[in-house]
């Protein structure tokens, strides 16, 4: 069983910077391939960023491509998601995720997911 619990949300406005955290516990994390996804009002859950175990290969979304950062610390047992030129269409609740480990390379599909967290609301004010 793996626990995650996503921090750092909050309302910011247009052009601003948020830094997000996911604390897991309960397997191996630094084997886990993580990502993290959002989902805003009527929309599906949609891929944002995922990065690799040992944090050596990373991929993005095109739409946060440039103003989003993937990273992770293993000895801490955390992935970050650090947002930077904020939108109004950046906003959503965004939660992280384990990939099933049968998947060795990041796939931006929901579906291959395992384990999420509760998610953390992101608001960006026009």
Do not use: H
């Amino acid at each position: 069983q793996v626990q995650l619990v996503e921090s750092g949300g909050g309302l910011v406005q247009t052009g601003g910077s948020l830094r997000l955290s996911c604390a897991a516990s309960g397997r191996t994390f630094s084997r886990s391939i993580m990502g993290w996804f959002r989902q805003a009002p009527g929309k599906e859950r949609e891929f944002v960023a995922g990065i690799s175990g040992n944090g050596g290969r990373t991929e993005y979304a095109d739409s946060v491509k440039g103003r989003f950062t993937i990273s992770r610390d293993n000895a801490k047992n955390t992935v970050y998601l650090q947002l930077n030129s904020l939108k109004p269409e950046d906003t959503a609740v965004y939660y992280c995720a384990t990939q099933n480990p049968l998947y060795v390379i990041i796939i931006n599909s929901p579906r291959v997911y395992e384990y999420w967290g509760q998610g953390t609301q992101v608001t960006v004010s026009s």
